[in-house]
């Protein structure tokens, strides 16, 4: 489904992702954590070309691309991998000026030209499967941020994506309003959504992941079953930051 090889990225003379590699089948949900500036959220962008990288391959569903720094990637590419994957952000980005429904509405109508009344009908059944019937017709202000990244949930799934993915999507959240996201969360998982997920929710990674990755240094410290990552990590640097998010909490 999601295969990586030796991927690499740079910011100027930063190296953020140095020599990735990485699979993961239909269905299974992927964890990845690390420290900040460990190159997760970096890696979680490459997959849908947010950010290009600068060397190795990608491959998702039936699109594959390689990197090598020298020629463009062409637009027909980038367009198929783009398409099959759907992104949940930190921040909401929802249009402060359109109702709930009219943002996961958008990307139907105008990207996939989807008929109106079938982009509505569409909509609402998203709505109600984060659990917002009732809030179709309230703006962003009008919604808490737990709501609000629910509707970005639905926003995304709307495209019908092969692969869902979540940049921390409870990271602006208050701590009241992040069960009733990661709740969502877990029910698609449950359904057999492919999913990567960058995030801090320990308990989310050792109940819905199929394989946790910690990362660090723009590299791959550990991976693995939820159970043996955050229980019993091979690597001393692991064990710190594990030990430093337990304490936190």
Do not use: W
Request: glycine share 8%; aromatic share 4%; hydrophobic share 40%.
């Amino acid at each position: 489904m999601i295969e990586i090889r030796n991927l690499h990225k740079s910011f100027g003379s930063l190296q953020v992702l140095n020599g990735i590699d990485l699979s993961l089948e239909k269905g299974k949900v992927l964890v990845i954590i690390g420290p900040s500036g460990s190159g997760k959220t970096t890696l979680l962008r490459c997959l849908n070309l947010l950010e290009t990288p600068d060397a190795g391959s990608l491959k998702l569903g039936e699109a594959s691309i390689e990197f090598d720094g020298r020629r463009k990637i062409d637009k027909q590419q980038v367009l198929k991998l783009r398409q099959s994957t759907g992104m949940v952000f930190q921040s909401y980005n929802l249009f402060p000026h359109k109702t709930a429904l009219e943002n996961v509405m958008e990307a139907q109508i105008v990207v996939q030209k989807r008929d109106k009344n079938a982009a509505r009908k569409r909509s609402l059944e998203l709505l109600a499967k984060v659990g917002l019937s009732g809030k179709e017709d309230s703006y962003p202000h009008q919604l808490s941020g737990g709501q609000q990244q629910r509707v970005g949930i639905a926003r995304a799934l709307a495209t019908d994506p092969e692969v869902m993915l979540f940049d921390e999507p409870t990271s602006a959240l208050d701590p009241e309003l992040v069960g009733e996201v990661l709740k969502v969360m877990k029910e698609l998982a449950a359904e057999g959504m492919t999913m990567v997920v960058v995030t801090h929710e320990m308990k989310f990674a050792e109940e819905a992941a199929d394989t946790v990755v910690l990362m660090d240094g723009g590299v791959i410290l550990e991976q693995g079953p939820p159970q043996k990552v955050l229980q019993n990590p091979s690597s001393e640097r692991a064990s710190q930051f594990l030990n430093l998010l337990t304490a936190k909490e």
